[in-house]
Each structure stands twice: as structure tokens, then as C-alpha cells.
């Protein structure tokens, strides 16, 4: 299970401290490579970390920005996790769009899920039965316990061998495409983002509740990834001592 977590008083707070660690863990891999990558996901949450990234002097030209997972809607709406990162970061912080590698979510979830496979696949040089090493991956869960769009019962939680997948979810009736977990457990690093009080049962389960990923999809991370790292605010991490 991660090791390294940490509990901040707000939401504010947690975003900021999330922020500042990606930026170090870029920082550390552009000292001896000539670019960094890094994956982000959507929801309400990470829009501090992402104007707190954006306010920070920091050289994105060689960083090349990836998605977890997004919604099956055109990149201008409302709902879409690329419009939220264009307008909260890539923007404000100039971000080349030569850097930027979104998934095409206009299109149908079938296609956009191969053609965002084959940009990991053209990008990283991928040899068959290969996955992509992200530097970082940041993601965060939901008060069902799901992470990127993995949500409870989805047979794929349990997928090491495929890069990427379009899934239907029943509860919030919307196809979306979604990097897979055998991608998720490869990164170098990972930050995950929790806030609130409606996460605190879930991020109860994830740490002190018996193994299921299935039913508590978060608990793939918690337990097997590398390099992971835990941001909370007070509210979410209320009913767990141990963070």
C-alpha cells in the first residue's frame, strides 16, 4: 500500500501542495531528460492545483501534457476535462499546443479510444505488449471510489494488457474514454488529489477496507502503484487515522 500521504486543512491547501509536487517530480525528470510527461484528469477538484500550476514560473516547453480519461463531448463543452485544463492552465501558462495531446472526444468513443491509443503508442515508440511510462499521472477519485472513469463493476478494472478503452457508464448514462490500468500502475510517479467530505467513506474503504477493487476501483492504486503520493484535505481524510 502508498506510503506517502498528506493531510492538508482545506481543499486550497491540498491543491496547492499537489501542485508543488508535480512540479518538483517535472523538475527532477527535465534535469536529465530533454522532456517530461505528465497525464491529468478532470472534475471539480483540480482546478486550484491547475491555477496554482499556471501561476508558478515554470518552463512547460518540454513538458508534454496527456489526459486520463475524458468525456464523450466536444472540447468546448462545459463538462469536457480538456476545456477545464485549456482554460485553468494550458492557456494562462502558455503551454505550447504542439505539447498538448488531447483526446478527441468529438468523435465516436470507439474511434476517439484507438486514436488516443495510437497517439500514446506513436509518442512513447511502444513495441508491442509495451506500456507507456508516464513521468506523472495525476489523478483523483470519486465518493464511489472510482479513479479516472474506472467506476465500480466495470470489468476492465481488472485490465493490465490494454492501453485504452471506451466505457459506458451506467450511472451518469455517458460513454468516456479512459486510460487503463495497466498505463496507471506504470507510472514513475503518481499524485492523487482528494477532497471533500462526500470522499470520506470512499478513501475510508481504499485504506482500511477489505480488498475489492471491483466494488472500490481507487484500491488498485492504494495498493499496487509506484511512486504514489496522497494529497487530502481535512474533510476527505476525516474518518481514517492513518492519514
Known sequence: MSLHWYTYPDAQQAAEHCGA??????DERLAGES????AISGGNTPR???????????D?????????????????DTQSNYRLAFETLIKPAHIPSRNVHRIQAELRPDEAAARYEQELRDFFALKP????????????IGPDAHTASLFPGEPLIEDREH???????EKMEQWRITLLPGVLL??????????????????????EGPYDPLKYPAQA??????????????DAARFVAAV
Open 60 to 76: 512547460w516547453s518540454s513538458v508534454h501534457i496527456f489526459w486520463v480519461d475524458e468525456r464523450a463531448v466536444p472540447p468546448t
Open 35 to 38: 522532456t517530461a510527461t505528465i
Open 221 to 234: 492504486i492504494a495498493h499496487h502503484g509506484r511512486g504514489v503520493t496522497w494529497f487530502f484535505d481535512a
Open 21 to 26: 509536487c508535480i512540479l518538483q517530480l517535472l
Open 129 to 140: 505488449g509495451e506500456m507507456p511510462h508516464f513521468d506523472v499521472i495525476h489523478r483523483g
Open 48 to 58: 486550484p492545483m491547475f491555477e496554482y500550476l499556471a501561476r508558478q514560473t515554470f
Open 186 to 207: 506504470n507510472a514513475r510517479h503518481t499524485v492523487m488529489l482528494v477532497c471533500g467530505a462526500d470522499k470520506a467513506e470512499a478513501v475510508q474503504h481504499i485504506f
Open 163 to 169: 492501453l485504452v478503452a471506451a466505457v459506458y457508464v
